[in-house]
């Protein structure tokens, strides 16, 4: 009779390890509704992803915009700098003409 008690024991305790085993796995409902989570959140990320994509174009395209600004107007500044100089030299070319009307050439010497 031991022999079956402790057999009957053992069996017991495999039965509560099994229902806890059980009772521990998810239930279909459970794994469905976990499933449809899931597939939310990785649709919200795909839509999240698609939107900073987007972002990151019309970012890109303001830099590129930016970028030829700047081409252009330091392309504008170089232009008015060179224009500056012949100007200058010009008037330059000017000043020395009307200087040399103006004057004796043997005065020029000295104003100069």
């Known amino acids: 009779m031991d022999i079956f008690?402790?057999?009957?024991?053992?069996?017991?305790?495999?039965k509560k390890l099994m229902q806890r085993e059980y009772d521990r796995m998810p239930k279909k409902?459970?794994?469905?509704?976990?499933?449809?989570?899931?597939q939310a959140a990785c649709d919200d990320l795909r839509r999240e992803?698609?939107?900073?994509?987007a972002e990151a174009k019309n970012l890109k395209e303001d830099l590129d915009?930016?970028?030829?600004?700047i081409a252009s107007d330091k392309k504008m500044f170089e232009?008015?700098?060179?224009?500056?100089?012949?100007?200058k030299a010009s008037s330059s070319q000017i000043l020395f003409g009307w200087a040399v009307s103006q004057f004796p050439?043997?005065?020029i010497s000295s104003v100069f």
């Open 79 to 87: 232009e008015s700098n060179e224009e500056k100089e012949r100007l």
């Open 105 to 107: 050439r043997k005065s």
């Open 49 to 53: 992803i698609t939107q900073r994509q």
């Open 29 to 38: 409902g459970e794994v469905e509704k976990k499933i449809k989570e899931l």
């Open 65 to 69: 915009t930016k970028k030829k600004e």
């Open 5 to 14: 008690c402790g057999h009957c024991f053992s069996l017991q305790e495999d």
